[in-house]
């Protein structure tokens, strides 16, 4: 089939892209994922995230940065980066399409990035081994692949600086959210479970994962900003050096439990044994996701920067960006996992109704809480399910 191309811009750059045109009955997801090179406009979010958190590496590391994005695509991203990143030394870009590495050379011309940016015809697991030397490694790197970035876990936690940042997208959220549990389980070595929250369990496994492949080369690391949107997640982790370090990320790794007679939620940061699997609550068998990260998704520092680097750019205007840093923000400190209020609702045998209210009693019996950014009904807290139960019934007494 013929494509024909088109200009778009995006951010501060401006590129040549394949025209995607959906045949009958076609989704245009479908359509893009056949044209010649990949274009996600939906990914627009991700690529804008991707620069406030460069921006705020940037603020930390105070030197001019080297990136890598082993799987360019168009090279937007790449693109973006140096024309909206202060400081930016150079940009390595690869992809092993021949179609992608030539639009991508023709938009960095474009774009007037000659100098700073260029693009490799390669593997990515190959050009990363690349810049595994210790003078050849990377501040930033970026994987953005087709599906689930655990097959570039090694090879990105071996080209990056240790005190450089690694961000990675998963779009496989079938295995990731319990939908395809045996799929997980050879990609990230962690079971899945299928609740309310799975897409926060999928963030925490893709982090735990991360973590414990990074820490075969004792290097340490923490995700600093996280979050689910659309139909992926996408993580930003900060890495360290030190054998204690590693350890310390390691002792964070464990098993979520989630009851679904009566939807409590409980973390296990041991291992498992059978006494562990009895719901405290209601005595029913519950069922575990992991091994997965069971500390906090963001770093709230790191989280502000982000937020003050957006106030120099156009992406201080993406207010749906914006509001998801702050939510992330608002879950830090929290217990992993969160109650679904319809769920609890209908556990209940009542009306689901409005969240704030509840948060609102939650805090005001002295308990944290707050909505969370992967789902709007999503009740971030600390206290125990029966209190948040306690709550929400008698708000329902009171027509709340
Ligand atoms: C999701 S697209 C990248 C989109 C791009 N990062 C963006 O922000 O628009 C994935 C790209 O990875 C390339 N790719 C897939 N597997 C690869 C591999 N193992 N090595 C190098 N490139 C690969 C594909 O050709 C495709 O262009």
Avoid at 49 to 73: D, N, V
């Amino acid at each position: 089939m013929e494509y024909s191309k088109t200009f778009i811009s995006e951010g501060m750059a401006q590129i040549i892209i394949y025209k995607v045109v959906s045949s009958e009955g076609e989704t245009l997801e479908r359509a893009r994922s056949r044209a010649p090179v990949f274009y996600n406009p939906i990914m627009n979010m991700n690529r804008d995230s991707a620069i406030l958190a460069l921006g705020a590496l940037q603020r930390r590391l105070s030197r001019p940065l080297t990136i890598c994005e082993p799987m360019c695509g168009t090279g937007i991203r790449g693109i973006r980066m140096a024309l909206e990143v202060p400081k930016v030394r150079e940009i390595v870009l690869g992809d092993m399409s021949p179609h992608a590495v030539r639009l991508t050379e023709k938009n960095i011309g474009l774009n007037g990035m000659s100098e700073r940016v260029r693009v490799r015809r390669m593997e990515a697991n190959l050009l990363l081994s690349l810049h595994a030397r210790p003078l050849a490694r990377f501040d930033y790197t970026d994987i953005d692949p087709f599906g689930t970035p655990a097959p570039f876990i090694d090879t990105v936690a071996r080209a990056t600086k240790r005190d450089g940042m690694v961000a990675l997208t998963a779009t496989d959220m079938a295995p990731l959210c319990g939908v395809n549990v045996r799929a997980c389980i050879r990609k990230y070595g962690s079971t899945s479970l299928r609740t309310g929250y799975s897409h926060e369990s999928a963030l925490r496994i893709l982090i735990g994962s991360f973590i414990r492949g990074a820490a075969i080369h004792e290097v340490a690391s923490k995700p600093v900003f996280s979050f689910f949107a659309d139909h992926y997640i996408r993580l930003y982790m900060l890495l360290d050096r030190g054998k204690m370090r590693v350890d310390k990320s390691l002792r964070e790794i464990g098993y979520l439990l989630n009851c679904s007679a009566c939807k409590s939620i409980r973390s296990e940061k041991s291992g498992l044994d059978d006494r562990m699997r009895i719901c405290e609550v209601c005595g029913s068998e519950m069922k575990a996701a992991g091994p997965l990260w069971l500390g906090n998704l963001a770093d709230d520092d790191f989280c502000l920067d982000m937020i003050e680097c957006s106030k120099d750019s156009f992406i201080g205007s993406n207010r749906r960006l914006i509001n998801i840093i702050r939510k992330v923000r608002g879950e830090i400190d929290m217990p992993p996992g969160f109650f679904v209020l319809d769920e609890l609702s209908s556990n209940l045998g009542v009306a689901s109704r409005r969240l704030n209210p509840v948060i609102d009693g939650l805090r005001n019996a002295g308990f944290k809480a707050a909505v969370s950014h992967a789902n709007n009904r999503g009740l971030k807290t600390d206290a125990s399910v029966e209190a948040v139960k306690r709550i929400v019934l008698e708000l329902n007494v009171k027509g709340v």
